[in-house]
């Protein structure tokens, strides 16, 4: 009855707190019990080792020290301990075995866990509920895998919905990225459309200002030859004015003298040839060299016409205040002429 309840405790680890290595009738195992019970998991392994090197066939020992390793947290080394304890008993202490290989494994998932290697601990759980599972179905007293099954099966739940939440995350960012992704897809997209749509408006501005200036450049020339054509046109106005006014003036000036001179009375014959008999009759000479200048002058030709000068503004003035001046004289002449009595003729 004793060496069964000690069985249960072993069974409850990591359970139960008052978790003791299996008694022994040796003072080296109970001095071992002794420190595995105040926690002093490395004086206790010392002691079973000395133990089982003075009883290496104790498959009691054997298990006491792999649960002291356990521990102590030396996992390699207390299950092979185990494993030994487990050949030594010829199978009887293997109920033992796997409830420490599970409680090896749910150590180890939970280390993953921390360590966020989720699908790692899930392995590892699952490997420690088998553990479990195979211990509980060899044993006397199930109890003690029992809770412990379903701790590692509680422990597997667990991983399992943080992994769930992981993938659900994954595939959260990876929707995200994605999204995210077509969105700089759809912004390159724009902005290459934007820089095409750019270009082509810079090059019809371009060429709308080539256009422009192409079209300033004609309108340009023709107000440059406008100009010129009414520079030239005002030039040949002035000229034509004043090619008038000359003429005007001079045939002003023609009326002018044939107004001045006045009818002469009828000379009288026999005065006339008395002036004549009284002009002194020109030499041989004279008469020669008047002859020699008529002859030049016929052999020379009529005058050239007189080109008209360009006259300056201020001659211009000039001559119409010159113009006026004669035209008004040329009124008061005939104003005078009117007021003049007509002339008597005489028949006698």
Same mark, same amino acid.
């Given at each position: 009855?004793?060496?069964?309840?000690?069985?249960?405790?072993?069974?409850?680890?990591?359970?139960?707190?008052?978790?003791?290595?299996?008694?022994?009738?040796?003072?080296?195992?109970?001095?071992?019990?002794?420190?595995?019970?105040?926690?002093?998991?490395?004086?206790?392994?010392?002691?079973?080792?000395?133990?089982?090197?003075?009883?290496?066939?104790?498959?009691?020992?054997?298990?006491?020290?792999?649960?002291?390793?356990?521990?102590?947290?030396?996992?390699?080394?207390?299950?092979?301990?185990?494993?030994?304890?487990?050949?030594?008993?010829?199978?009887?202490?293997?109920?033992?075995?796997?409830?420490?290989?599970?409680?090896?494994?749910?150590?180890?998932?939970?280390?993953?866990?921390?360590?966020?290697?989720?699908?790692?601990?899930?392995?590892?759980?699952?490997?420690?509920?088998?553990?479990?599972? &195979?211990?509980?179905?060899?044993?006397?007293?199930?109890?003690?895998?029992? &809770?412990?099954?379903?701790?590692?099966?509680?422990?597997?739940?667990?991983?399992?919905?943080?992994?769930?939440?992981?993938?659900?995350?994954?595939?959260?960012?990876?929707?995200?990225?994605?999204?995210?992704?077509?969105?700089?897809?759809?912004?390159?997209?724009?902005?290459?459309?934007?820089?095409?749509?750019?270009?082509?408006?810079?090059?019809?501005?371009?060429?709308?200002?080539?256009?422009?200036?192409?079209?300033?450049?004609?309108?340009?020339?023709?107000?440059?030859?406008?100009?010129?054509?009414?520079?030239?046109?005002?030039?040949?106005?002035?000229?034509?004015?004043?090619?008038?006014?000359?003429?005007?003036?001079?045939?002003?000036?023609?009326?002018?003298?044939?107004?001045?001179?006045?009818?002469?009375?009828?000379?009288?014959?026999?005065?006339?040839?008395?002036?004549?008999?009284?002009?002194?009759?020109?030499?041989?000479?004279?008469?020669?060299?008047?002859?020699?200048?008529?002859?030049?002058?016929?052999?020379?030709?009529?005058?050239?016409?007189?080109?008209?000068?360009?006259?300056?503004?201020?001659?211009?003035?000039?001559?119409?205040?010159?113009?006026?001046?004669?035209?008004?004289?040329?009124?008061?002449? &005939?104003?005078?002429?009117?007021?003049?009595?007509?002339?008597?003729?005489?028949?006698?």
């Amino acid at each position: 009855m004793k060496r069964a309840l000690w069985m249960a405790i072993v069974l409850a680890l990591p359970v139960s707190a008052q978790d003791e290595p299996k008694a022994s009738e040796k003072a080296s195992a109970k001095t071992g019990a002794e420190l595995f019970q105040a926690e002093d998991f490395a004086g206790a392994v010392t002691a079973f080792r000395a133990e089982l090197e003075e009883s290496p066939k104790d498959a009691e020992v054997a298990y006491n020290l792999a649960a002291a390793l356990w521990r102590a947290g030396e996992a390699e080394e207390a299950e092979t301990t185990a494993e030994k304890a487990a050949v030594l008993s010829s199978g009887k202490l293997a109920p033992l075995r796997d409830g420490l290989l599970g409680n090896l494994r749910f150590d180890a998932a939970k280390a993953q866990m921390e360590q966020g290697d989720l699908q790692g601990a899930l392995g590892v759980a699952q490997q420690a509920k088998s553990h479990y599972q &195979r211990g509980a179905l060899a044993a006397r007293d199930r109890a003690a895998l029992a &809770r412990n099954l379903e701790r590692a099966l509680r422990l597997i739940e667990e991983i399992e919905k943080q992994l769930e939440e992981q993938e659900q995350q994954q595939d959260d960012q990876q929707q995200s990225d994605d999204q995210q992704q077509d969105e700089n897809q759809d912004e390159n997209q724009d902005e290459k459309q934007d820089g095409e749509d750019q270009e082509q408006q810079d090059e019809q501005d371009s060429q709308q200002n080539e256009d422009e200036s192409e079209e300033q450049s004609e309108d340009e020339q023709q107000e440059q030859q406008q100009d010129e054509q009414n520079q030239q046109q005002d030039e040949q106005e002035q000229q034509d004015q004043q090619e008038q006014a000359q003429d005007e003036q001079q045939s002003e000036s023609q009326e002018d003298e044939s107004e001045q001179q006045e009818p002469q009375p009828k000379p009288d014959p026999d005065e006339s040839e008395e002036q004549e008999e009284q002009q002194p009759k020109p030499s041989p000479g004279e008469e020669e060299q008047k002859d020699e200048r008529q002859e030049q002058q016929q052999q020379e030709g009529p005058a050239p016409p007189r080109v008209p000068q360009q006259l300056s503004e201020e001659q211009m003035k000039r001559l119409q205040q010159k113009l006026e001046q004669l035209q008004q004289a040329k009124r008061k002449m &005939r104003e005078k002429k009117k007021r003049r009595r007509p002339r008597v003729e005489q028949d006698w």
